[in-house]
């Protein structure tokens, strides 16, 4: 049962494999089996406990089911008012479970199909959806867990695409909290459009989101609850508040509370406390050279290094002005090196203690030299 009081850097994409801790500040106690919170400005995790426990996600399972459907939709797969018919598979699918109440005898678009996943939580539009990307539940479940390990998350595996219980169907807050980001990163404008609707009529049946979060907290705009018997009641939430010249997003994973106000409420603390006591700065730009170190036996004698993506650091308040970046270089550098190989690590100091770490690459190919370059470079780094 660890719980991780610091910021801990769980960096992914091109900053793979750099994990470390800072400054240490006590986070809130929340009522849940599992919690985490992420800023996705610097693709941090605040604060968490039991963030790898294996839990039943019920309808959070949606989050990837939506997910796959926005590919679908980009990829012009499928369009949004296109109209599909209401298998038997997809109206008879749990009766005591949540649903939009399609019927069999009446064609739906898959735009009202999105409403109905995302705001109704409707386990028949998950199944009409699977089938309309990949002709049935079992072989949606696939392009899932495809996705699933293309995104390299590890704890993470999907029976159906509604999250009614099964054995083969169970994920991790972590995990969790990166299909979100996937989500909301690779398809703004559908999060948008549907995550924040706060109700939704189909067949003249009108239900509520059952996120209460965005009828108490105006800069929350989504995401999913869910809930089983044996997952407990599930909220992933996201908000996005001020920061700085900017905005910063956060997202709170709360798994396995004792009720829908429980949940609810400790989502709220969860980000709130993210929001009030920490800062997310920038160091450096995309592409802006941090150092043009020397570089042997190539075209050029020197390199451009940095990082291929805007560098951001979440930080308790009050600490960044006290940062130092301390940079730890592989040397000699011999060409040839190619563009966006690591060639070091910068490390973040605050009062002598490294609190995140980032690979530092080259910005630029450098060729080798000429044989005679190469020669007269190898005299020069034997007298070095």
Excluded at 195 to 222: A, C, E, H, M
Aim: hydrophobic share 40%; proline share 5%.
């Amino acid at each position: 049962m660890k719980k991780l009081l610091a910021v801990a850097l769980l960096c992914f994409s091109a900053l793979t494999g750099q994990s470390t801790q800072a400054q240490s500040l006590p986070a809130p106690t929340i009522a849940a089996k599992s919690w985490l919170l992420l800023d996705t400005t610097s693709n941090q995790v605040i604060a968490s406990e039991n963030p790898e426990m294996r839990i039943e996600p019920a309808s959070l399972t949606k989050i990837m089911t939506a997910y796959l459907v926005f590919e679908a939709l980009r990829d012009k797969k499928l369009a949004m008012d296109q109209m599909v018919n209401v298998s038997m598979a997809a109206w008879k699918v749990d009766s005591d479970s949540s649903k939009m109440f399609i019927d069999p005898k009446v064609p739906v678009s898959i735009n009202d199909l999105l409403y109905g996943l995302i705001v109704q939580s409707g386990n028949d539009a998950a199944v009409a959806l699977a089938e309309a990307v990949a002709g049935s539940s079992d072989a949606f479940a696939v392009l899932m867990n495809r996705e699933v390990e293309r995104m390299g998350l590890k704890g993470t595996h999907f029976a159906n695409p509604h999250g009614l219980p099964s054995p083969q169907n169970y994920s991790t807050a972590n995990d969790l909290s990166r299909i979100a980001q996937h989500l909301i990163t690779e398809f703004p404008e559908y999060y948008k459009t549907f995550y924040s609707t706060k109700s939704f009529t189909y067949n003249k049946i009108s239900q509520p989101n059952r996120n209460r979060l965005l009828w108490l907290d105006p800069t929350v705009d989504g995401m999913k609850t869910g809930h089983t018997e044996a997952a407990g009641f599930c909220l992933i939430s996201s908000a996005k508040r001020p920061n700085g010249s900017g905005e910063r997003r956060l997202i709170s994973v709360v798994l396995g509370a004792t009720s829908d106000q429980v949940r609810a409420q400790e989502s709220l603390k969860l980000l709130n406390w993210g929001f009030l006591n920490f800062d997310t700065i920038k160091l450096y730009d995309k592409n802006q050279a941090i150092g043009t170190p020397e570089v042997w036996k190539g075209t050029q004698a020197q390199i451009k290094i940095g990082f291929t993506k805007d560098l951001y650091v979440t930080l308790p308040k009050g600490s960044a002005a006290r940062i130092k970046p301390q940079l730890d270089r592989k040397d000699p550098l011999v060409a040839p090196i190619a563009a966006n190989t690591q060639i070091g690590t910068m490390k973040m100091m605050i009062d002598g203690k490294s609190v995140a770490e980032f690979p530092v690459m080259a910005l630029e190919t450098v060729n080798q030299a000429s044989i005679f370059g190469r020669a007269w470079d190898s005299i020069r780094l034997w007298m070095k």
